[in-house]
């Protein structure tokens, strides 16, 4: 091995000796540079190669033509330009083709050669190892994908491109991004021959029996295998979309709506297509006695189309009675309002519609009732409208009985206009939503605090005594306000007693210390009852407790206590954390100015 490393690097000579010629490196650093060959080339020849040695080596070959290049037009040295990157870029393509032979099942060595050759312009060297590629990863059709697109977009070559797309189809017959690809090749070729048709006013497209053109026919068979093979609405739909982006593709359209129509009439997905094309102003097929008529005639005006949108939506959620199809029809009504123009009454008048529908046929989604919700307080308020609101936020609550916007619209709403009503319901909501219900709590605290702020304890005890994570939740915001509307000394009675109640709650503790912290006469024995509970508590398995009250000590306390607290933590905490926080706490002791400059 090294015999054959050591002619290696000799071979190298010559280049690096030609880069320091022409004063494209100084000595040292083609010393470095064929330091560094040496040892990769040493990594490669191993008995155990891996891929990395050789992904390594490739990138370096790479950072080092890239050097050689900024460096050519820093100095603006052109001497033995090709020559030099010729040498690097051959080697790199022999270090992509040992290890394509060596670990011929990565895929990603294969594309990573492709995009080289690409980036090298070594075109030739990528038709032959698209073969040797398809021998070894046939079964992949992302490979087929490859090879097809290669041939199509860098040599131009319709003919053997549709061969590899054919071939991969065989392997594969139900691959997406083949048909997809060949599906997409045919209505490219069927463009182009129209465009030459059109070009030359003697000739004449050739058509079939159906009066399809030819290369639309191609097309259409593609469609038809991929159809018969691939049974998902989604997918067919996709291909008559791709449709829209080429021109004179009329009849192809009709083709495939008209057998959508008959083949997925029960799928929601196809009536919100065939509503949006109506809206889109495409001409299409009646749609059939199984779903509903529609008139085929070009629409012209935009109230037309909508009209026509909505009439298919209107027969698709009758048939259709699913969440999911009442959802597609109201998302395709809330885009059209959205789009600022012309109509806004009456696109507002439709959706409007559409959703006190889907609101009485109990299949609103939690996010239109949102949106309706976000209507009415927009528009002007009256008696009518208001009642309206009520009953769609009680209806929607009890719809969506697990929904926390939901609910919470509906308390702000009553708390607004009908407090006592609002008094009532609460229970029944926190007890819908269990330990969900927080944002319900603080909502209800703070109209407390700003309404009758000598029942906001009543609320707080009542919080406190709910759900346990949100009385864990709730407990810093408790001492902040006792401390704030009454005094430090409740605020520490009622910390003696909450620290003790499960769950236990480091932020707790932590609030407490924080507004212990803020008082004019800081009194230590109480910080440190806290920093000690916090650390009976929690001192197992967290590292910061004993570390903030190390820094405590440090920074308010007496330094002394801090080697007993060292030695308290190392005790009590697990074992697998111990080394973090003697880690931690060596660098405080090694720095202790550093707290000086912390809060």
């Not at 009953?391 to 926390?404: D, G, H, K, Q, Y």
């Not at 308010?556 to 206590?561: E, I």
Request: proline fraction near 3%; charged fraction near 30%; include cysteine.
């Amino acid at each position: 091995m090294a015999e054959f490393v050591e002619k290696r690097c000799e071979d190298m000579i010559p280049e690096l000796e030609q880069m320091e010629r022409i004063k494209l490196f100084d000595r040292n650093e083609i010393r470095g540079i064929a330091k560094k060959l040496k040892e990769y080339e040493y990594k490669i020849q191993r008995i155990s190669k891996t891929k990395e040695d050789y992904l390594r080596y490739i990138q370096y070959e790479m950072d080092l033509l890239k050097l050689v290049k900024q460096r050519r037009d820093k100095f603006g040295i052109n001497q033995k330009k090709s020559d030099i990157d010729l040498i690097i870029t051959n080697k790199m393509n022999r270090l992509y083709m040992d290890a394509i032979y060596k670990f011929q099942d990565d895929i990603r060595f294969w594309i990573a050669y492709i995009k080289f050759c690409k980036h090298v312009h070594f075109h030739n060297n990528v038709s032959h190892i698209l073969g040797r590629m398809l021998q070894v990863h046939q079964d992949k059709p992302k490979c087929w994908h490859i090879a097809a697109r290669w041939e199509l977009e860098e040599n131009k070559n319709k003919h053997t491109a549709r061969q590899f797309f054919l071939r991969g189809l065989h392997i594969h017959p139900t691959s997406q991004l083949l048909f997809t690809d060949a599906f997409k090749l045919e209505l490219e070729d069927a463009s182009s021959t129209d465009q030459k048709n059109e070009g030359n006013s003697d000739s004449t497209s050739v058509s079939t029996d159906d009066d399809m053109p030819i290369g639309l026919k191609r097309a259409y068979i593609i469609y038809q295998q991929a159809s018969k093979r691939i049974k998902d609405v989604k997918f067919i739909i996709e291909l008559l979309n791709i449709t829209k982006e080429y021109s004179n593709t009329e009849k192809l359209q009709n083709k495939i709506v008209s057998d959508i129509i008959q083949e997925y009439a029960h799928e929601p997905l196809m009536w919100d297509t065939m509503a949006r094309r109506e809206l889109e102003g495409l001409v299409q097929p009646s749609l059939s006695d199984a779903t509903v008529k529609v008139d085929n005639t070009e629409q012209t005006s935009l109230r037309d189309r909508i009209t026509s949108c909505n009439k298919v939506y209107q027969t698709a959620v009758k048939k259709i009675k699913t969440e999911e199809m009442w959802s597609l029809y109201i998302e395709c009504l809330i885009e059209l309002n959205q789009k600022a123009g012309t109509l806004p009454n009456f696109k507002r008048k439709l959706l409007k519609t559409a959703l006190m529908q889907a609101h009485q046929a109990k299949k609103l989604k939690e996010k239109y009732y949102l949106y309706w919700i976000n209507m009415f307080n927009v528009d002007k308020k009256d008696e009518e409208a208001d009642k309206k609101l009520k009953e769609i936020l009680c209806v929607a609550t009890e719809t969506v009985p697990n929904s926390v916007s939901l609910w919470h619209a509906r308390l702000r709403y009553l708390l607004v206009s009908d407090e006592e009503e609002a008094e009532k319901l609460f229970p029944k909501a926190i007890q819908a939503l269990g330990e969900k219900s927080l944002p319900l709590w603080k909502m209800r605290i703070l109209h407390t605090q700003a309404i009758c702020p000598e029942k906001t304890e009543e609320i707080f005890q009542a919080a406190l005594q709910g759900h346990s994570s949100i009385a864990q939740e709730l407990k810093p915001t408790y001492m902040e306000w006792l401390v704030l509307t009454k005094s430090i000394q409740a605020a520490r009675k009622i910390y003696d007693s909450l620290c003790l109640q499960p769950p236990f709650c480091l932020e707790l503790h932590k609030k407490m210390i924080e507004l212990e912290l803020m008082q004019p006469n800081i009194l230590l024995k109480n910080i440190r009852k806290c920093y000690d509970m916090s650390t009976l508590q929690f001192g197992r398995n967290n590292t910061s407790v004993w570390i903030n009250y190390i820094t405590f000590e440090m920074k308010h306390g007496d330094p002394k206590k801090v080697g007993e607290i060292h030695v308290r933590a190392v005790k009590t905490l697990e074992p697998a954390l111990t080394d973090s926080f003697i880690t931690e706490y060596s660098l405080i002791k090694a720095n202790p100015n550093s707290l000086l400059t912390t809060t």
